[in-house]
């Protein structure tokens, strides 16, 4: 069949929308229409040629929600007509990642996402001349019709409306599931949350419900206070602004006959190594655990001296939130459904396709949450 999809060419260029050719599922694959997907800053770290895995030509997009089309042989989870979200971290339930119940990182197709390949090492998209385009986090949204491994995709309920629901296939899920799954934040806690976008807000809305007394946010555009605040940031830190980020913070929480100061949990959303250092030296001597979810360019590394990790500070990292996607991610939509977690508000931009590397200036321009491309 042929769709439409924004295409992404070369690095560092805008996408290009144009009709392409989709095969149809073969083995353990599924033909989604995808009905609407979000840009995520991780796209931007991709298109821009950051990304050491960065494929062209390739469809991006990683954030969408759709309607089962056709089902491939063997599949028995899905039918057309189901509801689902596009997982790029899989749950296939049998691998030794799966089975350990340690991770969320399911390694069963992780080689062949990772060179844009379907599992059986092709690709079901070309260019009309017949060029193979290459897959993306093996879910290509930015395409009006996608092709995806039967256990990279979460059914859920069928009321759910896909431009909100699509942020759940990322952002929604990374943010709350790195303070639910990742830190284990309990009732009282402080933290700092750096970068208030589309993954910070989600990580202060996650502190929120996990019962965390003070939040701390941190971001260089003063914009992003306002939207954090409704989310429950108690304070706002503008690094532009302060001689000292970590003293500041430190400063915020000294409390005890001690005085030391420091958050329980912080969280990087930025993919700046300065500031996961940054993130890493203000959470507390002895227990302080820092979690990095933002993505960093190619060649860069994170640096603090051995001393912040011998007096008691945690380095961690989080993909997806440790979200098992089939598992979690229709209890995520549940929540939403029931008004237990905000969506609505942080989609700050609907797009038609033609229109989304607007979507990428407004990110750019810190002036979008989540811009959502609808089909
Ligand atoms: P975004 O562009 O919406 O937000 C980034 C925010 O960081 C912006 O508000 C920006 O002003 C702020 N910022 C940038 N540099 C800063 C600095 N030096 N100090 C303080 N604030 C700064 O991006 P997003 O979609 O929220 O993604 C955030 C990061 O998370 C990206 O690196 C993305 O690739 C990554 N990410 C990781 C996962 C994962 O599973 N680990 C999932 C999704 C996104
Ligand atoms: N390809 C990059 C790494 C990109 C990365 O870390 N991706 C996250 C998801 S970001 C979603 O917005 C992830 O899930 N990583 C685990 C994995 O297996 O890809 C690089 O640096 O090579
Ligand atoms: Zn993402």
């Given amino acids: ?12 260029k805008p996408l290009e929308i144009m009709e ?24 931007e770290f991709t298109r821009s040629g950051a990304d050491p ?20 042989e063997g599949v028995t989870t899905l039918k057309p007509g189901d509801h689902v979200i596009p997982l790029y971290t899989p749950e296939c339930r049998e691998c030794p990642s799966c089975l350990s119940g340690k991770t969320n990182l399911c390694t069963a197709i992780r080689n062949t996402q990772g060179q844009g390949l379907m599992p059986d090492g092709t690709t079901r998209f070309s260019m009309l001349d ?33 431009d909100k629901i699509c942020y759940i296939g990322c952002g929604v899920t990374t943010g709350i599931g790195a303070v639910i799954n990742t830190a284990g934040v309990e009732i009282g806690s402080t933290a700092a949350v750096f970068g208030l976008g589309g993954i910070g807000l989600n990580v202060i809305q996650g502190l929120r419900m996990a019962g965390a007394d003070m939040i701390i946010g941190v971001d260089l555009n003063d914009d992003k206070a306002e939207m954090a605040k409704k989310f429950g940031m108690t304070h706002f830190v503008n690094p532009s602004k302060v001689e000292n980020t970590v003293q500041e913070i430190v400063n915020l929480t ?30 507390h001597r002895g227990w302080g655990v820092s979690v990095i979810i933002g993505v960093a360019p190619a060649g860069a590394e994170i640096s603090t001296r051995p001393f912040q990790l011998v007096t008691g500070r945690v380095w961690k990292g989080t993909a997806f939130g440790g979200a098992k996607g089939r598992t979690d991610v229709p209890k995520f939509v549940e929540w939403y459904m029931d008004g237990k977690i905000e969506i609505d508000s942080m989609i700050t931009h609907k797009l ?18 989540r811009a959502v491309v609808e089909f």
């Fill in 20 to 43: 392409v050719n989709l095969e149809g599922p073969k083995a353990g694959e599924v033909l989604i229409e995808v009905k609407a997907t979000g840009l995520c800053h991780t796209d």
């Fill in 1 to 12: 069949m042929r769709t439409r999809a924004a295409v992404a060419l070369e690095a560092g």
């Fill in 53 to 72: 895995e960065g494929l062209f030509p390739s469809i991006l997009g990683h954030e969408g929600a759709g309607v089962v089309l056709e089902v491939g």
């Fill in 254 to 283: 000294k409390r005890g006959a001690d005085q030391i100061g420091g958050v329980d949990y912080s969280f990087d959303a930025t993919g700046n190594v300065k500031v996961m250092r940054d993130a890493l030296e203000c959470s």
């Fill in 352 to 369: 038609k396709l033609e229109e989304i590397n607007h979507g990428f200036d407004l990110m750019h321009e810190g002036k979008s949450i």
């Fill in 130 to 162: 017949g060029t193979p385009i290459y897959h993306y986090m093996g879910c290509s949204t930015f395409a009006n019709h996608t092709v995806m491994p039967e256990i990279a995709l979460a059914k859920v309920r069928d009321d759910a409306p896909f």
